[in-house]
């Protein structure tokens, strides 16, 4: 046991120190050549990790049925873990961009832009809901110096010191990084102030079994718990390549839960609707989600 945790430990330094050298060659080289590295990587990680590769499959079963054809979904599939690679190059090469040299690869639909300004404008703060689709941390970028505060949630890694790394390049955007399992004190704070706050919620999770590609399927609840207890509405939201090296900036409506008592019954139709809206944007762009991640694995019995 001793020699493994060893092992493990010595695993994460290698690819902590592997990760800090990548990071200096990424932001030093042009962003088309860092993408192009990207879509290798990804073709690299799904040879390596063939279980992934099958999960993936797995999961478009589960998702499309007989809607798509196997060379489909194995298109899909391959194209899902280029997006990936190309994905962790943008977080590390935007972070070093100017601005301007950013703004002018973004497209952002001035109508979704309106729609998020007067939900601010009830000073209620707000969820900015999305799922692992396209570059959503890209969104921040254009969101924060327009004067909106964003608090985002993310994950922490099982090295601490690669979650250190990862967390400075993502504030370099403004954009505030809080770790998932720490106290919701800052994010209460931040929504009595009006900040907004990023949630990826596409991921396997036990809280609440609703509604997902037609099944019933494992999911948070935190969006909705929060959402209630601080009557913020939720805003769907995307950022997705648009196939010519720039970004499309799309938010995908809102809804505001409202609580009747049973607050089971309302966390439950609230996150119905927040899967419901994120299937719909994947949907539109199957290729840029993150499929091999084991979305169904705490679903019983959903089976491709």
Request: aromatic share 10%; with cysteine.
């Amino acid at each position: 046991m001793a020699k493994a945790t060893l092992t493990k430990k010595i695993g994460r330094r290698v690819g902590r120190e592997i990760l800090r050298v990548l990071i200096v060659v990424i932001q030093a080289v042009p962003l088309s050549v860092g993408l192009a590295f990207g879509r290798g990587f990804g073709n690299f990680m799904r040879f390596c990790a063939r279980k992934r590769y099958r999960v993936a499959l797995k999961n478009l079963r589960i998702a499309y049925g007989d809607t798509l054809t196997e060379a489909e979904r194995i298109r899909i599939a391959k194209q899902s873990f280029k997006h990936f690679g190309m994905f962790a190059i943008e977080v590390i090469k935007f972070s070093s961009m100017t601005q301007s040299e950013v703004e002018q690869r973004l497209e952002v639909d001035e109508g979704s832009f309106e729609e998020y300004e007067k939900l601010m404008a009830e000073k209620k703060g707000c969820l900015l809901i999305t799922g692992h689709l396209g570059n959503f941390e890209i969104a921040g970028r254009w969101i924060v110096p327009r004067g909106y505060e964003i608090i985002a949630l993310a994950r922490e890694s099982r090295d601490r010191g690669t979650t250190e790394m990862m967390t400075k390049l993502r504030e370099r955007s403004g954009v505030r990084i809080i770790t998932l399992g720490m106290s919701l004190k800052p994010i209460i704070a931040g929504l009595r102030r009006n900040a907004s706050i990023a949630i990826v919620c596409d991921q396997n999770a036990a809280d609440v079994f609703v509604p997902f590609f037609g099944h019933p399927t494992g999911t948070v609840d935190g969006p909705a718990r929060i959402a209630l207890k601080m009557g913020a509405p939720l805003l769907f939201f995307y950022c997705v390549r648009d196939g010519k090296g720039g970004y499309r900036i799309r938010s995908h409506g809102h809804y505001v839960p409202v609580s009747t008592g049973n607050e089971a019954a309302d966390i439950e139709t609230a996150m119905t609707e927040v899967n419901k809206r994120l299937e719909e944007i994947i949907r539109l762009y199957p290729e840029q989600w993150l499929w091999f991640h084991d979305r169904w694995k705490s679903s019983p019995g959903v089976n491709p």
